[in-house]
């Protein structure tokens, strides 16, 4: 701690809609801001005053609760898709339908942050390479520049409503506009501000059992006629409808889809495989934990997370020792998410304890539930496969501290 650091810095601003273009930008922005807690020994923290103490463990608290996105080989693979697919949209002269990327994966694996990360990383660069201009800028057009532009797919879609919430990103004005107003408005906001990068999250919110989940499926294939590449994200997708029915080969892990069955909806028996023609599906995966290679990888991640922990004990091998690795994979499956709050939930009570020291014993106390992903969709099926798991119950009988409990006056410039 330094005596120039604000001791409240951790506390976090307004909170961030990624769905609009001032949200979008801001977290772009500050999305690597936040500082972590200093790393103190035991006999470090011993010197600290009450008041002092009391801010250092909520800017601990704050640390374990912004633990970073760790990179893994599953995600940099989506990621490295994500980009490709990206930039040969953005960087063709053609005029011709740019290739779209669906994105599946289970709850819990990091799905939208990764594909957030890859394409802030992509506008960050386009946007130097265009001198933070729209190069296509005609006279009289708008001057907002949005690389990117990220919504949600709505609860109970319709074409009018997918509409809105792109144009929402963009704030421009649809009041009173019926669907073909809606759809070129769109098509305009889309070139105008240079967008080259559409995101759609939670797409298989879209069930396809109702009229409406059908008509915005066919607004997504007029979409792609417009000059940007359409990236959709979701759970189960290949089996969901959106794509033709799918089944994952098990010797080259690549989806395969059965013949096309015309329904009666389309009189050309080949329009129904237009669409996944026009995506590549890539998969986010959880770790796996039968080979050496899996099992090295899913090490490489414990021990980078081993150095984001602020317990006051050494954390070093703290998850990578003994069957340490092996525990933590049965108890999260190798899903990020959950591991990510399961650590958390560990932080808070080894420092409530006074431990200050991740075990299995410590860890067997509680269990992780979906209601502790408040992130997730239910309605997308993000539901995580999280391991049943029954703890032990410790009754905890240590009182809570205030900022405010303090044995005198901090002194100016006093860190926490």
Sequence with gaps: MTSKQNPLSFLPGPAVDRTTFEGWNRWCETRDAFVPAPILTAKEYD???????????LHRLATHSSLPIQATPMSERVAHAVLARVEDGAFSHKAGTRGGIMVNGDGAQGKTETICEALAIFQEEWLALNNYANPDAMPGTRDLVAPVAYVRCPVKATPISTCQRILDFYGEDYKGMRLEDLVRTVKTAVVEHATKALVIDDITRLKLHREADQDVLDLIREMMSMPVTLILVGVGIPTSGLLREGRRDPKTQEWIYEPVQD?????????????ERRFQVVDLDPFRYKTPGQMEAWMVHLR???????????????????????YLFHRTKGVVGILEKLIQHGCRRAMEDKSERLTKELLNQFTVTPDDMPDLDAGSGE???????????????????????DDGPAAAGEAG
């Design 263 to 275: 329904a009666g909806r389309s009189p050309n028996a080949h329009a129904a495989s237009q669409h």
């Design 383 to 405: 539901q995580p496969d999280i391991p049943p798991h029954q703890p032990t119950q410790k009754k905890n009988t240590r009182g809570r501290n205030t900022v405010f409990d």
């Design 304 to 326: 980078r997370l081993e150095g984001e922990l602020r317990l006051l004990s050494d954390t070093s091998g703290m998850l990578t020792e003994g069957d340490m690795p092996e």
């Design 47 to 57: 010197s600290l005053t009450k008041r002092q103490k009391r801010i250092h463990d």
